[in-house]
């Protein structure tokens, strides 16, 4: 008889944005006349750069060619692609960092699930609450966590609240954690650390021999000085840290599937016997064992980036979403909503009016204004009575929905 991996039974029913994708087709089964404005999943909707897709085309051709063909490829990536991660995203920030220690991948998201593998399921972790679904569940079906309560909270997990006292920013472990889960600017509440506060965090992993997963997928939304781009950026942080970043929400990399984490080599667990283990091999341990690698073409896309047309064409993209985080910030202020994030995250959220349930927002908030955002109360006790809105749809359904949101709510 085979035995199911009962951890996984712990979970809710279904995931945030499954259930989200339910309640919205049940909407336009009964309304099919209906058009629907999605600012919820963080999916985006400009296409890849130009000088992305050209260099693709021209990688496509080569693997065409038998004397260019290239068969399966280095799982950690190819080092014309971490040398151009180096030089134009850690370096003008006085970050060193060597090829061996930038890992390509399929996705922070992938990343951020599966780098927890590496620590033993006894360890204590830390989130902000409210958080990213996936550092949770991941961590729930791993078993390192007990059954979930009634707040929705499982056990063993210390959930940092972020609250409007505290300025939506986590509160330092009042008690030893282990790992700690980061997001800056975060997901989903579009909120920044300063260098200072991330730096108090730093010292505490030091102190504790804590690790810090740092998620810093929207680090080029960032407009604000002294908001640190990179946790490297803080002094000490190699020893307590490993960075998640991403090509998905920059440079539309959502449906082509490239990220990079990195691991430095001073970043160290522990044995049960007090002996320092590499993080940074025993990574390269489970990609090499675990996963084939981003696909060259990818690869090469990804690497066309950092080419001068390609950053322009980049940075044209995220001023045009940041663009559109403003006007959803800005109406929803003019329409007496009290409002977070949008000024360095493509994230807008919201407290819902007159104390409403943040799924009864969505549910109204769809019925109403035909407008489809994501409830907070999917991120985590903290998240209740608050609503997250992306600023990736396009500027004619951002301007419309406002617009919407104004007039009919």
């Known amino acids: 008889m085979a035995l199911v991996n009962e951890n996984y039974l712990k979970l809710p029913g279904s995931y945030l944005f499954s259930e989200i994708a339910r309640r919205v087709n049940q909407f336009k089964k009964d309304n099919p006349d209906s058009e629907i404005i999605r600012l919820g999943i963080g999916d985006v909707t400009l296409p890849l750069p130009p000088a992305v897709v050209k260099a693709m085309k021209k ?50 998201k992938s990343d951020t699930a599966n780098f927890q593998e590496l620590f033993g399921i006894n360890n204590t972790l830390a989130v902000s609450d409210p958080v990213y679904p996936v550092y949770v569940d991941s961590n729930v079906m791993a078993g390192r966590t007990g059954p979930v309560n009634s707040k929705g909270q499982f056990e063993k997990i210390v959930y940092l609240s972020c609250t409007e006292a505290n300025g939506m920013k986590p509160p330092l472990p009042e008690t030893k954690v282990d790992m700690i889960y980061l997001c800056f600017p975060n997901n989903p509440t579009g909120m920044t650390l300063s260098k200072e506060a991330l730096k108090k965090w730093v010292d505490y992993a030091r102190a504790n021999q804590s ?61 049960s016997n007090g002996r320092a283990i590499s993080l940074n091999q025993l990574w390269l341990r489970r990609q090499t064992t675990k996963f084939n690698g981003v696909s060259y073409p990818v690869q090469v896309g990804a690497a066309a980036v950092y080419s001068e047309e390609g950053k322009k064409q980049v940075r044209d993209t995220v001023d045009y979403y940041m663009e559109n985080a403003r006007i959803i910030r800005n109406g929803l202020e003019d329409a007496g909503y009290r409002v977070f994030g949008g000024t360095n995250a493509p994230y807008i959220w919201l407290k819902t009016p007159n104390n409403m349930s943040s799924w009864d927002f969505f549910d109204k908030l769809m019925q109403k204004a035909n407008v489809v955002g994501t409830p907070g109360a999917g991120f985590g006790a903290s998240g209740e009575g608050y609503f997250r809105l992306t600023a990736f749809g396009t500027r004619e359904n951002t301007e419309r929905a406002v617009e919407l949101i104004r007039d009919r709510m």
């Open 211 to 271: 690790i810090i997963l740092f998620d810093a997928a929207y680090e080029a939304y960032i407009r604000e000085d002294n908001v640190p781009h990179s946790i490297f950026e803080i002094e000490g942080a190699r020893e307590v840290a490993v960075e998640f970043r991403s090509f998905s929400k920059t440079a539309g990399f959502t449906g082509t599937r490239c990220a990079h984490t990195i691991v430095p080599k001073e970043l160290m667990a522990y044995d």
């Open 59 to 108: 990688a496509m051709e080569e693997m065409g060619r038998q004397e260019t063909f290239r068969g399966y490829g280095p799982e950690q990536g190819y080092e014309f692609l971490t040398e151009k991660i180096i030089e134009n995203d850690f370096r003008p920030r006085g970050i060193d960092l060597t090829p061996d220690e930038v890992f390509i991948s399929d996705g922070a």
